[in-house]
């Protein structure tokens, strides 16, 4: 599907040599902005200075990301930190195997999507973001109609009480 808008991506993975691969690899059908990131601080600083657009966001995160001081977090304990910086960024974390999914179910995390990283994951990625795209598009086609319909019955309002005043004054 075709955004109008462009959609805000976001890859952190502190393998430089897989970002690379993906930069050179990623070729969706919508229009984007790629940010790759090797450090998890990098990546939160960014989104939060990118926090106050509106432009919808899709965070792809390695299972095991180093932050500064070489820290190694699990993308489980990013996410928390990234739905504090915006809520409706859409999360998606490469694992390489299963084991990650059962963590994910035991953890109070929702609404995160895993995909075995594997030769064939780009077969998988694209579907996938075009849904969250698509999905994307159809809600704010929602809010635009509930916010045309609040105007115009505040018209009809307005014109039906002006009328009755007017048949009252006149009449």
Do not use: C, W
Request: hydrophobic share 45%.
């Amino acid at each position: 599907m075709k955004s109008k808008k462009q959609i805000k991506i976001y890859v952190v993975d502190n393998d430089v040599d897989e970002l690379e691969k993906f930069r050179d690899n990623f070729k969706p059908e919508f229009n984007y902005i790629l940010n790759t990131f090797s450090s998890v601080q990098m990546f939160l600083n960014k989104l939060k200075s990118d926090s106050k657009d509106r432009d919808f966001k899709i965070v792809l995160l390695d299972k095991l990301v180093s932050s500064r001081g070489m820290q190694t977090n699990s993308a489980i304990e990013i996410v928390p930190k990234i739905k504090s910086i915006d809520r409706n960024a859409e999360v998606i974390i490469f694992a390489d195997s299963e084991n990650i999914e059962l963590k994910a179910t035991n953890s109070a995390i929702k609404s995160v999507i895993y995909i075995k990283k594997d030769k064939h994951y780009f077969d998988i990625l694209y579907p996938i973001m075009e849904r969250l795209v698509s999905d994307y598009e159809l809600k704010k086609a929602r809010k635009k109609l509930k916010k045309s319909i609040v105007v115009s019955l505040t018209v009809i309002i307005i014109a039906a009480v002006i009328f009755v005043f007017g048949m009252f004054y006149f009449g």
